[in-house]
């Protein structure tokens, strides 16, 4: 039988705690789904969005119009570019997402001052806005940011 002994000094204990308060770490952020682009909680629910536009002044139907799954591009062509800075004009930055899967939902607005079909488009992951814009959807349109 081979029997090893080991001494423990306040160096290996301090190395220890820091390794697991380390791993706490990680594991809560990877819990939480990291940084949160929404500032504010998750939105898991068509009620939590409703609430997010809401807060930022819009009035949108209660369901969204439409809803689908699409991968962010790993290289963004010079349309996505562009989209990108206006995503980057109001906080968001959809090149840190590049290669991941995320959720569209578009919403009515309701209240925009103009006559209209006007939309309000939120991209969530893993609950949280990473992007998002307001725009119609005439042949002249416009398109700006949330806020």
Do not use: C
Not at 49 to 78: C, H, N, R
Not at 79 to 93: A, H, I, R
Request: proline share 2%; no cysteine; hydrophobic share 45%.
């Amino acid at each position: 039988m081979f029997v090893k002994t080991v001494k423990f000094t306040r160096k290996k204990a301090l190395a220890i705690v820091l390794a697991a308060a380390v791993v706490l770490a990680v594991v809560v952020l990877l819990v939480s789904g990291g940084s949160k682009g929404s500032g504010g909680g998750a939105l898991r629910t068509n009620a939590d969005m409703v609430s997010y536009l809401s807060k930022l002044g819009w009035t949108v139907t209660q369901e969204p119009l439409e809803t689908k799954e699409v991968t962010i591009p790993a290289t963004f062509d010079a349309v996505l570019t562009d989209y990108n800075t206006l995503q980057k004009q109001q906080g968001f930055d959809l090149a840190k997402y590049a290669g991941q899967q995320a959720t569209i939902y578009t919403f009515q607005v309701t209240n925009y001052p103009v006559q209209g079909d006007v939309m309000a488009t939120l991209y969530v992951l893993r609950g949280h806005v990473i992007a998002g814009d307001i725009h119609s959807t005439a042949i002249d349109g416009f398109m700006h940011g949330l806020k």
